[in-house]
């Protein structure tokens, strides 16, 4: 065995000294740009160019190793280039553990700063203050739907949206001990109780449940407080040294978050895209139709229609919307120009690549 073994690990030793040496050729042309871009005022973070080269890694992959851990690997090496010309920092929903959290390193690697925020809207504050260059919010998820107070707050915030990311949902039932003995109460964001709400119905139906600002916060009370379950993702049982009680609880196999990244900056078009609106229609019959009509006659694909209460007391709404496409597309920015023109509020939240996943 050790006689076959040792030519394969001369080889693998011999690829790893050229994996090295590329690696740092690599970063040194990234210093290299990163005093082009000081020298022009340029941004440090690109998310069209970064999820084109993760698109390029997939589709010239020839094998065995997968699209996807090729995209992680590619990921963490841009991250680490990025930070020898500027460490980013992010602000996103904490505290540490969250799924947030997770979508921060889903977006932009590990070699970023992060500044772990105390609700949604504290998130938006240090972005808008330049606290953080970046933050991440989630925006809908597939079993509950939208986010409420991350629609509000994009209303009106002078950020846009720049990136997108998709993150499975994996719900886990977690104790100090690793099992259910003395426990009184099931803590968890009011979003995973009731992602989860017919898995506990037949499990622990007489256990009490109390909904906590997030599921990280949940792992972090279940650490100190024997007397508390916490519904929360691998990630924050690893950090709190939490024993797993059931894996996969979610009752929706196929559960999804979607975040946005959101920030100063515009992100110019990657070839795969999304732009994300905010509208309100005139009090006038048939005037919704009017408004997605001009989506419809320059062809342009709308993936999501939602209407959220303006809260003026008037029974008025504003209607989310999503439509395949950057705002510097043709057919896309004529569609907006008409939707611009029929509408009684008008704002382009973002256009930003669509996440990988």
Not at 112 to 138: H, N
Not at 166 to 195: E, K, P
Not at 291 to 300: D, K, M, P, R, W
Request: proline share 4%; charged share 20%.
């Amino acid at each position: 065995m050790t006689d076959k073994l040792t030519p394969l690990r001369i080889q693998i030793d011999a690829i790893d000294a050229q994996i090295l040496d590329l690696l740092n050729q690599r970063a040194k042309v990234a210093q290299e740009v990163g005093h082009v871009k000081a020298e022009t005022g340029a941004p440090v973070f690109r998310p069209e160019r970064e999820a084109q080269v993760l698109r390029g890694v997939a589709e010239r992959n020839p094998g065995p190793m997968g699209n996807a851990e090729l995209q992680t690997i590619w990921r963490e090496i841009m991250s680490a280039c990025r930070a020898l010309e500027k460490r980013v920092t992010v602000a996103f929903l904490g505290p540490a553990g969250t799924y947030s959290e997770q979508a921060v390193y889903e977006q932009f690697g590990t070699a970023v700063d992060v500044l772990a925020c105390s609700s949604i809207d504290e998130v938006f504050r240090a972005t808008e203050a330049g606290t953080a260059e970046f933050g991440v919010v989630p925006v809908e998820n597939s079993t509950e739907g939208a986010i409420g107070r991350t629609l509000d707050l994009l209303l009106h915030t002078p950020l846009t949206i720049s990136g997108e990311v998709s993150l499975a949902v994996r719900h886990s039932l977690l104790t100090g001990s690793g099992n259910m003995d003395g426990i009184t109460a099931i803590c968890a964001h009011a979003q995973a109780l009731a992602q989860c709400q017919i898995w506990l119905n037949n499990n622990y139906p007489e256990i009490e449940r109390i909904a906590v600002s997030s599921n990280a916060e949940a792992a972090r009370m279940a650490r100190d407080d024997h007397g508390i379950a916490a519904i929360a993702g691998e990630r924050a049982g690893v950090r709190y040294s939490l024993g797993t009680v059931k894996a996969n609880i979610q009752d929706d196999p196929h559960n999804r978050t979607r975040f946005a990244v959101i920030g100063q900056l515009q992100a110019g078009p990657s070839g795969e895209d999304r732009t994300s609106l905010a509208l309100a229609a005139p009090h006038k019959a048939g005037s919704i139709y009017r408004l997605l009509g001009s989506l419809a006659q320059h062809g342009v694909s709308m993936t999501r229609f939602e209407s959220r209460p303006a809260r003026t007391g008037t029974w008025e709404y504003y209607f989310y919307v999503d439509v395949e496409g950057h705002v510097q597309n043709p057919a896309v920015a004529k569609a907006l120009d008409e939707l611009r023109s029929n509408a009684a509020f008008f704002k382009v939240l973002g256009s930003y690549p669509v996440s990988l996943t």
